[in-house]
């Protein structure tokens, strides 16, 4: 099921009240020390995000998501939506978490040079 | 030892580099767009809008941290979105617009907004007209760009939403 596909997904209880947003994410889930993953959001809003994993698995417990901000600064510096809650729900590669904290931060130029290359 | 999950992999060169993540502070760039808001979801939404019409933009969730950002960006800040309702809105944009000189203000209005609202301190009138309003404080604050929050439950669509805030910023004159 693609990331465009969120009208018909069976997760989404509440595709409208957010904002469908098709991201690159990177997620740690913090009940598991340093694990880490990837994927791309389907949608965010204040309260939660939905997001699908590159590899279908069954996430749980407490999570941390970094979600890349559209555009980098001067085209070169990464700014992050760090944002960190629990799985609510996680079926095949869909994953929906609810928020308890988010801010916003920047990679540094330096990381995102490093990643460039 | 590697306990993960199947498939979820130990990535050491990640782990590396988002514990160097410092709180937002750009570096210096090109002209920007700020955007300040408490919605994340609308926040992220019109991040993509703008990247999509070529427009550079940055986040803040709310006013202190906009002044904050503002501060450390050294860069002119050309236009300035900004939820009139949050605490604290008129002296980000007093001050947001004493510093940056020519820098558009746009509004962002609820859909629910009553046709006349004002903010907390009555310092920012809004007169709708047709989803385009006047504002103007006694301080010498003047717009007439708002950009109308989506409903909840209202449809979106990512190519009329560009359209949309193409032609705002297409009408936006320099102030």
């Known amino acids: 099921m693609s990331v465009g596909s969120i009208a018909v997904w069976p997760l989404e209880r509440r595709s409208r009240e957010r904002f469908p947003l098709a991201l690159a994410v990177e997620y740690r889930l913090?009940?598991?020390d340093e694990r880490w993953g990837a994927g791309k959001t389907?949608?965010?809003?204040s309260t939660g995000a939905?997001?699908?994993?590159?590899?279908?698995r069954l996430l749980s417990g407490s999570i941390e998501l970094l979600v890349s901000w559209p555009c980098l600064l001067d085209g070169v510096c990464a700014l992050k939506l760090v944002m960190k809650g629990r799985v609510v729900r996680s079926e095949g590669r869909g994953?929906?978490?609810?928020?308890?904290?988010?801010?916003?931060?920047?990679?540094?130029?330096?990381?995102?040079?490093?990643?460039?290359? | 030892m590697n306990s993960a999950p199947p498939g979820c992999e130990q990535r050491e060169n990640v782990k590396i580099e988002i514990a160097h993540l410092q709180p937002v502070t750009a570096r210096p760039c090109s002209a920007?767009?700020?955007?300040?808001?408490?919605?994340?979801?609308?926040?992220?939404?019109?991040?993509e809008v703008f990247n999509e019409l070529g427009c550079q933009a940055v986040p803040a969730l709310h006013c202190r941290q906009g002044l904050a950002l503002a501060k450390r960006l050294e860069l002119p800040i050309t236009t300035l979105l900004v939820n009139p309702e949050l605490p604290g809105a008129t002296r980000t944009v007093k001050?947001?617009?004493?510093?940056?000189?020519?820098?558009?203000?746009?509004?962002?209005?609820d859909s629910a907004a009553q046709p006349v609202p004002c903010n907390a301190d009555n310092r920012i009138h809004v007169i709708a007209d047709h989803g385009v309003a006047k504002q103007a404080n006694p301080k010498g604050i003047q717009t007439r760009?708002?950009?109308?929050?989506?409903?909840?439950?209202?449809?979106?669509?990512r190519t009329e939403w560009v359209a949309r805030v193409g032609q705002l910023?297409?009408?936006?004159?320099?102030q």
Not at chain 1, 98 to 117: L, N
Not at chain 2, 32 to 47: A, C, K, Q, R, Y
Not at chain 2, 169 to 174: E, G, T, V
């Open chain 1, 42 to 45: 389907c949608n965010i809003s």
């Open chain 1, 95 to 117: 994953v929906a978490i609810e928020s308890r904290y988010h801010e916003f931060r920047t990679a540094g130029v330096r990381a995102a040079r490093k990643r460039k290359d």
């Open chain 1, 50 to 56: 939905l997001f699908e994993v590159s590899e279908r």
């Open chain 2, 145 to 157: 760009l708002t950009l109308e929050r989506p409903s909840p439950w209202e449809p979106i669509s």
């Open chain 2, 169 to 174: 910023l297409a009408k936006s004159p320099a």
């Open chain 2, 32 to 47: 920007l767009t700020l955007i300040i808001d408490h919605d994340l979801g609308f926040v992220m939404w019109l991040g």
């Open chain 1, 30 to 32: 913090l009940d598991y």
């Open chain 2, 95 to 109: 001050a947001l617009a004493a510093a940056n000189p020519g820098m558009r203000i746009i509004l962002i209005r």
